[in-house]
């Protein structure tokens, strides 16, 4: 088992928090983005053509563009609820051998590595919030 250390593993999980919020935040607004471009180009067709129909289509592609944004969104979401399900069995192993650990451990040490354990759930809890997972 390589030999992590508690500031590396905070540095780590913080990282991934960060670009997971980064991808997270980046995702939504090119989906906003693309959206409100949609609309802008929509009223200009719509006062370059002047036509009720063509208006009427164009609201259509518009709120076309809106379903498919919500529904990337909700892909992005079930992609993350994949990966932490995927994560879920190697956060238990991880969690039994360092009980295991502890167990042998006398107090000073256990004590520092229920501390970086608390500190990890709590990266974890933000992270988790984060991304909308409880």
Do not use: C
């Amino acid at each position: 088992m390589p030999d992590i250390t508690a500031p590396d593993l905070n540095a780590v999980i913080t990282e991934a928090e960060k670009a997971l919020r980064e991808g997270a935040y980046v995702a939504v607004g090119l989906g906003v983005l693309a959206f409100q471009r949609t609309q802008v180009r929509r009223r200009e067709l719509a006062e370059q053509l002047g036509g009720d129909r063509i208006g009427q289509q164009l609201n259509e592609v518009a709120g076309q563009v809106g379903t498919n944004v919500a529904a990337a969104r909700a892909h992005v979401v079930e992609l993350v609820k994949a990966v932490d399900e995927w994560t879920v069995p190697g956060r238990h192993q991880l969690d039994e051998q360092l009980d295991a650990v502890a167990g042998r451990l006398p107090e000073p040490a256990r004590d520092v590595l229920h501390t970086v354990r608390g500190a990890v759930a709590g990266s974890e809890a933000r992270l988790r919030a984060a991304v909308g997972l409880r």
